[in-house]
């Protein structure tokens, strides 16, 4: 099984690159803990999507502290990176979206693979639940959400976008972005759309579980963005609506699965200390060692 990671994003609110600051007890990068979640729920390919900067440091740092029988592939999610007879003569400042970092690893990954944003805390409970269900699905349409409470997900230092779940049972039928979402006066609202919720609806943290089948959807999507939009120096194609369109055309059926775990983000820069605090609280609880990969 392997685990992608999305390390790509350039940070604008956090006011830098926060999936390389020391927020664990040892100086450990938040996703290192991810990793170690994964590997404890036999995870045993890492593959982490970043900028083109970022690439030898990363897999030198990782290649170090990883357990030995862990593969590791780190790859630059560059903006030539596109579909075979297709071109872009523009400029952009940001990267193609989420699902074109995905489609960066197409060459590495040939499994059933979880994704995740090398910024989020998802708890190693989330780990098991995306591990229990590669094991129990073996078909190419079975793909796995792993959900977390909306109140749980929410900032203190600010509003924060969402996808909020509609499900049928345990089926997913779409996730609604709601943009601006904030718990105020005991209300939590979206002021973009002005619509209210009661804090236990399930939201997508963009934790999945996917098959090698979402490669080519990508691809598609890629190629027909490249060819309609008006200005392709702006707008991304984002992972969720490209599994959702699957799940509309039927090309996917997924699964939401609740995470039994404790979600938190480093969004904004005031985020930082309550991370520090909970991987702390973590580590004494012997849920981690400290270094985290001390004895591998």
Same mark, same amino acid.
């Given at each position: 099984m392997?685990?992608?990671?999305m390390?790509?994003? @350039?940070?604008s609110?956090?006011? $830098?690159? $926060?999936q %390389?600051? #020391?927020?664990?007890?040892?100086g450990e990068?938040l996703?290192?803990f !991810?990793?170690y =979640?994964?590997? *404890? +729920? ?6 982490v999507?970043?900028? @083109?900067d +970022? ?12 357990? $030995?029988?862990? !593969?590791? #592939?780190?790859l *630059?999610?560059?903006?030539t ?18 699902a074109?970092a995905?489609?960066?690893?197409? +060459? ?25 269900f590669?094991?129990?699905?073996g078909?190419? #349409? ?29 089926d997913?039928v779409?996730?609604d972005?709601r943009l ?9 609202r =979206?002021a973009?759309s ?14 999945w579980?996917?098959?090698p089948a ?10 027909? %963005? ?6 392709? !120096? @702006?707008?991304e ?17 997924v699964?939401v699965?609740? !995470? ?10 005031? =985020? $930082? ?6 991987? @702390? ?5 012997? +849920?981690?060692p ?7």
């Open positions: 392997t685990l992608l990671l390390a790509a994003g @350039k940070g609110r956090y006011g $830098k690159l $926060k %390389f600051d #020391d927020l664990g007890p040892g990068f996703m290192e !991810s990793m =979640d994964a590997i *404890a +729920n036999g995870f045993t390919h890492i593959v999507i970043t900028q @083109k +970022n690439v030898a440091y990363l897999r030198d740092y990782l290649s170090q502290r990883l357990p $030995k029988h862990v !593969s590791l #592939d780190v *630059a999610q560059e903006l990176d596109l579909p075979a007879g297709t071109q872009f003569a523009g400029e952009r400042a940001k990267p193609w979206g989420t074109h995905v489609w960066t690893a197409r +060459n590495v990954i040939t499994n059933p693979f979880a994704v995740i944003n090398a910024d989020d805390y998802y708890g190693q409970a989330a780990y098991a639940r995306a591990s229990e590669i094991r129990r699905t078909s190419q #349409d079975a793909f796995g959400l792993i959900a977390y409470t909306l109140r749980d997900t929410l900032s203190p230092h600010g509003s924060v976008s969402r996808g909020v779940c509609q499900q049928r049972g345990t997913l779409s996730v972005e601006e979402i904030e718990a105020r006066d005991g209300e939590i =979206d973009h002005g619509l209210s919720f009661a804090g236990d609806e399930q939201v997508s943290m963009n934790f579980v996917c098959q979402l490669f080519p959807k990508i691809e598609a999507d890629f190629r027909h %963005f490249l060819a309609t939009v008006e200005d392709p !120096s @702006k707008g194609i984002y992972l969720p609506f490209v599994i959702q369109d699957m799940l509309r055309t039927g090309g996917a059926r699964e699965i609740p !995470s039994e775990s404790q979600w938190f983000g480093v969004t904004y820069a005031a =985020d $930082k200390e309550q991370a520090v605090e909970a991987l @702390k609280a973590e580590t004494a609880a012997g +849920n981690y400290s270094p985290l990969w001390g004895n591998t």
